[in-house]
Nanobody
Framework: QVQLVESGGGLVQAGGSLKLSCTASGRAFGPYVMGWFRQAPGKERESVAVIKWSGGSTWYARSVKERFTISRDNAKNTVYLQMNSLKPEDTAVYYC???????????????WGQGTQVTVSS
């Protein structure tokens, strides 16, 4: 079992920045693929960014590319999502997840955090 705990969400004005963290406990952090997903009210959960265990490969949703950066510190069992130039449409509950497959499909992820709210005001 892997337990994931997100932190760093909050309320920010449009154009601002936030950095989300997700710390894992339980089984070894690696070699899990880590992903950030988000879910806005009334919408399906969507993939935001994914990173391989080595950190050498990353993927971003088109809507966040050039604004968000995913990174990981395997020594600290932590994955990060740096979010810059935030927009009101980025408002959602953000979840981190761990899986064995490098995938953007939420169904490929085995472990999920409880989520952290990000609200961007206009």
């Amino acid at each position: 079992q892997v337990q994931l705990v997100e932190s760093g969400g909050g309320l920010v004005q449009a154009g601002g920045s936030l950095k989300l963290s997700c710390t894992a406990s339980g089984r070894a952090f690696g070699p899990y693929v880590m992903g950030w997903f988000r879910q806005a009210p009334g919408k399906e959960r969507e993939s935001v960014a994914v990173i391989k265990w080595s950190g050498g490969s990353t993927w971003y949703a088109r809507s966040v590319k050039e604004r968000f950066t995913i990174s990981r510190d395997n020594a600290k069992n932590t994955v990060y999502l740096q979010m810059n130039s935030l927009k009101p449409e980025d408002t959602a509950v953000y979840y981190c997840a761990a899986g064995a497959v490098y995938s953007i499909d939420k169904n490929d992820y085995d472990y999920w955090g409880q989520g952290t709210q990000v609200t961007v005001s206009s």
